[in-house]
């Protein structure tokens, strides 16, 4: 069955980019749509984007200018960059399985499995 | 974006009870729409999906209806396990959560 583990640092300073990478295990990175959400108290759960292994993205309307997300084939990861954070970036980051794999005119999906989340603190 | 709007916030019930948590879209989504249950500390955990599918190992005391514009998560008989935070979301383009239903202890 397939799991995910979120890795990165905790702690970013504002104006600086954050950078996590999620380790797929038990399946092909192949296999799904991959997400990234978080979840904060004052923005409750947000879904931020997908990236497919094909380099197929979708993101956020809202963060799409400072979001990028990618996959590394190789090492089963993927990953996601934002830049130019603030404190409104302060959340914990969740990656989750998707839609599964193949094509879709709609790749939008539930979520599951999730990572078990990590967070990150923007301060100075 | 499609806003999804959950009532109550938070609900207050005894093991035993029937539980029922309303989610409302601001637009149709058909029945694209899931539940998620959240502990402290842990991940959210998929309970439904398509509105009404229960996903495999969740136990047959959770269901899920409704379409269009309004969808019900149903726990028929509250067990310990159960108190929690529970999420819908929507999935017809780009993702939207509700705010969260804190199911607690009366």
């Known amino acids: 069955q397939v799991q995910l583990q979120e890795s990165g640092p905790g702690l970013v300073k504002p104006s600086e980019t954050l950078s996590l990478t999620c380790t797929v295990s038990g399946d092909s990175i192949s296999s799904y749509y991959w997400s990234w959400i978080r979840q904060s108290p004052g923005r409750g759960l947000e879904w931020i984007g997908y990236v497919y292994y094909s380099g197929t993205t979708n993101y956020n309307p809202s963060l799409k200018s400072r979001v990028t997300m990618s996959v590394d084939t190789s090492k089963n990861q993927f990953s996601l960059i934002l830049t130019s954070v603030t404190a409104v970036d302060t959340a914990v980051y969740y990656c989750?399985?998707?839609?599964?794999?193949?094509?879709?005119?709609?790749?939008?999906?539930?979520?599951?499995?999730w990572g078990q989340g990590t967070l990150v603190t923007v301060s100075s | 974006d499609i806003q999804m709007t959950q009532s109550p916030s938070t609900l207050s019930a005894s093991v035993g009870d029937r539980v029922t948590i309303t989610c409302r879209a601001s637009?149709?989504?058909?029945?694209?729409l899931a539940w998620y249950q959240q502990k402290p500390g842990k991940a959210p955990r998929l309970l439904i999906y398509k509105a009404s599918s229960l996903q495999s190992g969740v136990p047959l005391r959770f269901s899920g209806s409704g379409s269009g514009t309004e969808f019900t998560l149903t726990i028929s008989s509250l067990q310990p396990d159960d108190f929690a935070t529970y999420y819908c979301q929507q999935y017809t383009g780009y993702s939207t959560f509700g705010q969260g239903t804190k199911v607690e202890i009366k």
């Open positions: 989750a399985a998707g839609a599964p794999g193949g094509s879709c005119s709609v790749c939008d999906n539930w979520f599951d499995p």
């Open positions: 637009q149709s989504i058909a029945s694209w």
